[in-house]
């Protein structure tokens, strides 16, 4: 007997995702000195489309 089984085709987008985060990650970091500010940065880089998106709405 099979099992049903989901098969997902869009999915591609996270990867997309995740190597912008690390890369938000990377500059935010690169411009923070010490422990708080990196913390900071840190959720900064999670949270980076909604920065991307408020200046792409202010120009």
């Given at each position: 007997?099979?099992?049903?089984?989901?098969?997902?085709?869009?999915?591609?987008?996270?990867?997309?995702?995740?190597?912008?985060?690390?890369?938000?990650?990377?500059?935010?970091?690169?411009?923070?000195?010490?422990?708080?500010?990196?913390?900071?940065?840190?959720?900064?880089?999670?949270?980076?489309?909604?920065?991307?998106?408020?200046?792409?709405?202010?120009a």
């Amino acid at each position: 007997m099979a099992k049903n089984v989901k098969v997902v085709k869009k999915g591609g987008a996270g990867g997309a995702y995740f190597l912008g985060m690390i890369g938000a990650a990377v500059y935010y970091l690169h411009v923070s000195y010490g422990f708080w500010p990196s913390i900071v940065a840190l959720l900064k880089a999670l949270v980076w489309p909604a920065f991307l998106v408020y200046h792409l709405l202010a120009a």
